[in-house]
């Protein structure tokens, strides 16, 4: 009976000690944010063609400061494995802040700190949302994008291949 009971009381320990671990972890989404010094909504007023580093510049319209020292006002970003469209809006991220001695500072790296936003009317709800779930709500939104165009696609896949089978 004194067995049992020290066992059940060292396995609540075990779980009480994993939980509390588990809390003290950061998550991806965690050192995203932290690593993020500033992170805004634009609109893609121009940009350049790409340069032989892979890199272009663009011209972007500062809509909202989720994070950081800037202002709304037009600035030059250099984005790098991440592809943005005039006319179109993005939540953007860089790791470098606004008051940096390195101009242009906004150096865009990735699909992740690129991230496409659907509507007008959805820029204007992220407004008035706190930063994490600005970012959470972009991302899912992507997400289930992609997600859709990938299953769109691989159906028109397999019917192509049904249809070329054997020919």
Do not use: W
């Not at 940009?47 to 890199?55: A, D, G, L, M, Q």
């Not at 959470?136 to 997600?147: E, H, Q, V």
């Amino acid at each position: 009976m004194k067995i049992k009971f020290v066992l059940t009381i060292a396995l609540v320990a075990c779980f009480l000690a994993a939980g509390v671990q588990a809390q003290n972890e950061k998550t991806a989404l965690d050192s995203y944010l932290e690593t993020g010094k500033t992170i805004v909504i634009a609109r893609c007023v121009s940009r350049s063609p790409v340069n032989h580093t892979s890199e272009y510049d663009a011209t972007v319209e500062i809509l909202h400061v989720v994070k950081g020292a800037e202002k709304n006002r037009e600035i030059t970003v250099v984005l790098k494995f991440a592809s943005i469209e005039e006319g179109k809006t993005y939540l953007l991220r860089t790791e470098n802040e606004a008051d940096s001695k390195y101009q242009p500072y906004f150096f865009v790296k990735g699909y992740d700190s690129a991230i496409p936003i659907s509507s007008p009317d959805e820029v204007e709800k992220l407004k008035t949302l706190p930063l994490r779930i600005v970012v959470l709500r972009t991302m899912n939104i992507r997400k289930d994008y992609l997600d859709s165009e990938i299953r769109r696609r691989s159906y028109e896949l397999n019917a192509l291949e049904q249809i070329t089978k054997g020919q």
